[in-house]
């Protein structure tokens, strides 16, 4: 059974960090590229940033580029994303999944979604 659990979302104010992590269980992680994805209130679920499955290589939405960083420990089965210089517009829940059709930001995912961990940014 497929498990993805995100976690280290909260509540910071504009210009803070915070580090994301997404567990994943029940399939062969390391062998997956893998995304994360955010969801606003009101607008659609959009891919943020994407690392291959050995991590050499990493794509961003021009949106997060040059202040998030996404990065995998393939011994634990865990992909991390650093969100630095954090704005109100990168409030949102954050998911993790695995891309429909290999290296890619666009199009559905392999998995169930998991519940997601609410990033607020805020003053």
């Known amino acids: 059974q497929v498990q993805l659990v995100e976690s280290g979302g909260g509540l910071v104010q504009p210009g803070g960090s915070l580090r994301l992590s997404c567990a994943a269980s029940g399939f062969t992680f390391s062998s997956y590229v893998m995304s994360w994805y955010r969801q606003a209130p009101g607008k659609e679920r959009e891919s943020v940033a994407i690392i291959s499955s050995g991590g050499g290589m990493t794509t961003y939405a021009d949106s997060v580029k040059g202040r998030f960083t996404v990065s995998r420990d393939n011994a634990k089965n865990t992909v991390y994303l650093q969100m630095n210089s954090l704005k109100p517009e990168d409030t949102a829940v954050y998911y993790c999944?695995?891309?429909?059709?290999?290296?890619?930001?666009?199009?559905?995912?392999?998995?169930?979604w998991g519940k997601g961990t609410l990033v607020t940014v805020s003053s």
């Open positions: 999944n695995v891309p429909r059709g290999g290296y890619t930001m666009r199009g559905s995912v392999v998995y169930g």
